[in-house]
Nanobody, 125 residues
Framework: QVQLVESGGGVVQAGASLRLSCAPS????????MGWFRQTPGGERKFVAS????????SHANSVRGRFTISRDNAKDELSLQMNHLTPDDTAVYFC??????????????????WGQGTRVTVSS
């Protein structure tokens, strides 16, 4: 079991960058496939990016590919999401998630067992 805590959200202007982090307050991330998802008010939780257990493989949603990069540091037991060239459409609450399922990367939120509380990102035009 793992408890996740996100940080790094904030209010920025379009074109700016932010780096989100996710660390465990209990347990460890190392044995899990990790992912980032985002959700807007009244909307579904949508896939942003996922990374394999040993950080050899990543997957990014089409909407963020080339702008966002997921990474993990298993030595520090930390997950990150580097977000560049932000646009107002990126405004959402961002969640990190951990999955104990088999596989390389996972894009379906139903495949994730553990979720953080979320960190809000607001991008103004």
């Amino acid at each position: 079991q793992v408890q996740l805590v996100e940080s790094g959200g904030g209010v920025v202007q379009a074109g700016a960058s932010l780096r989100l982090s996710c660390a465990p307050s209990e347990g460890s991330l190392r044995s899990y496939i990790m992912g980032w998802f985002r959700q807007t008010p009244g909307g579904e939780r949508k896939f942003v990016a996922s990374i394999s257990r040993v950080a050899g493989s990543t997957s990014h949603a089409n909407s963020v590919r080339g702008r966002f990069t997921i990474s993990r540091d298993n030595a520090k037991d930390e997950l990150s999401l580097q977000m560049n060239h932000l646009t107002p459409d990126d405004t959402a609450v961002y969640f990190c998630a951990a999955s104990g399922r088999s596989g390389i990367t996972l894009t379906n939120p139903a495949d994730y067992n553990y979720w953080g509380q979320g960190t809000r990102v607001t991008v103004s035009s």
